[in-house]
T-cell receptor, first 111, second 115 residues
């Protein structure tokens, strides 16, 4: 397996634009996590899914953020409209029932 | 609520010496897992070691060992014979099995290995 695949690796966008981050988890993993990493706030859990169903989205900062998992092999995290304070590295991770395996992350810059 | 605390923002260690990175946790779930991850400057998150709450022995993986003290709710990472390549951020994490499988992380400790 190629591991967790995230795209794009880097994204630069203007404030107010819609941003969509994509994730392909490892096949057979039941859990999928979305994290945001910044210097100030560390590694924050935004939302996670079990068997494609959102279990806990309490970490999603605002209604501007939304996440979907339409099937077991794909998930998206959308920010609409984006703001400069959304600039961060966004990680997707997938897991069976123990350790999680991370993608390479998407570095988002909102100018 | 889950909580992971890493009280050491930064640590220095001399090459070839051992170092302990501290982690304490708080949970009411009797079934949980504890993890350590390494994040080098390149940014990827690398899984190092796992300890289950019911495991009787401390976990070991090569030069990594986890000093698990359940009563004190601590899960310190010990790196033996430090190498220059060990310089990185280290994150402690916890997962509560009876609470939906949520995985949360501490703030991290930046380890610098001196030659």
């Amino acid at each position: 397996d190629a591991g967790v695949i995230q795209s794009p690796r880097h994204e630069v966008t203007e404030m107010g634009q819609e941003v969509t981050l994509r994730c392909k988890p490892i096949s057979g993993h039941d859990y999928l996590f979305w994290y945001r990493q910044t210097m100030m706030r560390g590694l924050e859990l935004l939302i996670y899914f079990n068997n494609n169903v959102p279990i806990d989205d309490s970490g999603m900062p605002e209604d501007r953020f939304s996440a979907k998992m339409p099937n077991a092999s794909f998930s998206t995290l959308k920010i609409q409209p984006s703001e400069p304070r959304d600039s961060a590295v966004y990680f997707c991770a997938s897991s069976p029932d123990r350790e999680a395996f991370f993608g390479q992350g998407t570095r988002l810059t909102v100018v | 609520a889950q909580k992971i605390t890493q009280t050491q923002p930064g640590m220095f260690v001399q090459e070839k010496e051992a170092v302990t990175l501290d982690c304490t946790y708080d949970t009411s779930d009797p079934s949980y897992g504890l993890f350590w991850y390494k994040q080098p400057s390149s940014g990827e998150m690398i899984f190092l070691i796992y300890q289950g709450s019911y495991d009787q022995q401390n976990a070991t993986e090569g030069r990594y060992s986890l000093n698990f003290q359940k009563a004190r709710k601590s899960a310190n990472l010990v790196i033996s014979a430090s190498q220059l390549g060990d310089s990185a951020m280290y994150f402690c994490a916890m997962r509560e099995h009876n609470q939906g499988g949520k995985l949360i992380f501490g703030q991290g400790t930046e380890l610098s290995v001196k030659p």
